[in-house]
Protein backbone atom coordinates (compact mmCIF):
# COMPACT_ATOMS: atom_id res chain seq x y z
CA UNK A 1 0.00 0.00 0.00
CA UNK A 2 1.13 3.23 -0.89
CA UNK A 3 2.19 5.71 1.96
CA UNK A 4 3.17 9.59 1.16
CA UNK A 5 4.35 11.68 3.83
CA UNK A 6 5.08 15.18 3.81
CA UNK A 7 7.14 17.30 5.64
CA UNK A 8 8.60 21.09 5.97
CA UNK A 9 5.63 22.96 6.35
CA UNK A 10 5.89 25.77 9.38
CA UNK A 11 5.61 29.46 9.79
CA UNK A 12 6.57 32.08 7.85
CA UNK A 13 6.92 35.62 6.84
CA UNK A 14 5.09 38.03 3.87
CA UNK A 15 8.21 37.22 1.26
CA UNK A 16 9.51 34.14 2.81
CA UNK A 17 10.82 30.51 1.37
CA UNK A 18 9.93 26.86 2.80
CA UNK A 19 10.53 23.80 0.79
CA UNK A 20 8.32 21.20 1.51
CA UNK A 21 9.04 17.29 0.72
CA UNK A 22 6.97 14.68 -0.01
CA UNK A 23 8.66 11.13 0.80
CA UNK A 24 7.25 7.59 -1.13
CA UNK A 25 6.85 4.39 -0.18
CA UNK A 26 4.87 1.49 -1.37
CA UNK A 27 4.52 2.51 -4.90
CA UNK A 28 6.77 2.76 -7.59
CA UNK A 29 7.70 6.31 -7.59
CA UNK A 30 8.91 6.09 -11.40
CA UNK A 31 5.38 4.94 -12.48
CA UNK A 32 3.37 7.33 -10.10
CA UNK A 33 2.52 11.43 -10.90
CA UNK A 34 3.04 13.23 -8.00
CA UNK A 35 1.24 16.61 -7.15
CA UNK A 36 0.39 18.94 -4.67
CA UNK A 37 -3.06 20.20 -3.39
CA UNK A 38 -3.71 22.75 -0.55
CA UNK A 39 -6.91 23.20 1.45
CA UNK A 40 -7.07 26.87 3.24
CA UNK A 41 -9.60 27.28 5.96
CA UNK A 42 -12.88 27.59 4.32
CA UNK A 43 -11.90 26.93 0.99
CA UNK A 44 -12.05 24.36 -1.31
CA UNK A 45 -8.92 22.04 -1.84
CA UNK A 46 -7.32 23.30 -4.65
CA UNK A 47 -4.29 21.63 -6.95
CA UNK A 48 -1.07 23.89 -6.76
CA UNK A 49 1.31 22.03 -8.41
CA UNK A 50 2.19 18.34 -10.29
CA UNK A 51 4.85 16.52 -11.77
CA UNK A 52 5.01 14.07 -14.44
CA UNK A 53 6.25 10.82 -14.45
CA UNK A 54 6.08 10.16 -18.14
CA UNK A 55 8.48 13.28 -19.09
CA UNK A 56 9.28 15.24 -16.01
CA UNK A 57 6.82 17.90 -16.96
CA UNK A 58 5.54 20.42 -14.41
CA UNK A 59 2.38 21.97 -14.18
CA UNK A 60 1.12 24.62 -11.90
CA UNK A 61 -2.00 26.99 -10.62
CA UNK A 62 -2.12 30.01 -11.90
CA UNK A 63 -1.97 31.25 -8.38
CA UNK A 64 1.57 29.84 -7.70
CA UNK A 65 3.02 30.06 -11.29
CA UNK A 66 6.06 31.46 -11.07
CA UNK A 67 6.67 31.40 -7.53
CA UNK A 68 6.77 27.69 -6.77
CA UNK A 69 9.10 24.68 -8.55
CA UNK A 70 8.39 20.99 -7.82
CA UNK A 71 11.10 18.33 -8.65
CA UNK A 72 12.13 15.01 -7.40
CA UNK A 73 14.45 13.11 -6.97
CA UNK A 74 13.82 9.54 -7.96
CA UNK A 75 16.73 7.93 -6.36
CA UNK A 76 15.16 9.06 -2.87
CA UNK A 77 11.63 8.86 -4.00
CA UNK A 78 11.23 12.39 -2.60
CA UNK A 79 9.48 14.88 -4.35
CA UNK A 80 9.69 18.82 -3.37
CA UNK A 81 7.87 21.95 -3.87
CA UNK A 82 9.51 24.67 -3.07
CA UNK A 83 8.28 27.99 -2.58
CA UNK A 84 9.34 31.09 -2.70
CA UNK A 85 7.99 34.53 -2.54
CA UNK A 86 5.29 33.45 -0.11
CA UNK A 87 1.90 35.75 0.63
CA UNK A 88 -0.82 34.93 3.26
CA UNK A 89 -3.07 33.71 0.77
CA UNK A 90 -0.85 30.28 0.35
CA UNK A 91 -1.44 29.37 4.11
CA UNK A 92 -3.39 26.11 3.89
CA UNK A 93 -2.21 22.36 4.68
CA UNK A 94 -0.79 21.05 1.63
CA UNK A 95 -1.19 17.36 0.74
CA UNK A 96 1.01 15.24 -1.59
CA UNK A 97 -0.84 13.12 -3.96
CA UNK A 98 0.13 10.41 -5.90
CA UNK A 99 -1.44 8.58 -9.13
CA UNK A 100 -0.15 5.85 -11.71
CA UNK A 101 0.70 7.45 -14.64
CA UNK A 102 -0.10 10.45 -16.29
CA UNK A 103 -3.96 11.88 -14.93
CA UNK A 104 -6.10 13.87 -17.46
CA UNK A 105 -6.65 16.57 -15.52
CA UNK A 106 -3.65 17.07 -12.79
CA UNK A 107 -5.72 19.52 -10.52
CA UNK A 108 -8.79 17.19 -10.51
CA UNK A 109 -8.66 15.68 -7.08
CA UNK A 110 -10.67 13.02 -8.15
CA UNK A 111 -7.61 11.54 -10.52
CA UNK A 112 -4.96 10.37 -7.32
CA UNK A 113 -5.50 7.26 -4.99
CA UNK A 114 -2.80 8.05 -2.53
CA UNK A 115 -2.72 11.10 -0.12
CA UNK A 116 -0.29 12.44 2.64
CA UNK A 117 -1.32 13.37 5.80
CA UNK A 118 -0.64 17.04 5.39
CA UNK A 119 1.24 19.97 6.47
CA UNK A 120 0.70 22.93 7.69
CA UNK A 121 2.12 26.45 6.26
CA UNK A 122 1.38 29.47 7.61
CA UNK A 123 2.48 33.14 5.95
CA UNK A 124 1.84 35.76 8.73
CA UNK A 125 2.01 39.45 7.39
Known amino acids: EGQLVESGGGLVQTGGSLRLSCTVS????????IGWFRQAPGKEREGVSE????????YYSDSVKGRFTISSDNAKNTTYLQMNSLEPEDTAVYYC??????????????????WGQGTQVTVSS
Open 97 to 114: VATLGQPSRWYDERAYDY
Open 26 to 33: GITFDDHA
Open 51 to 58: ISPIDGST
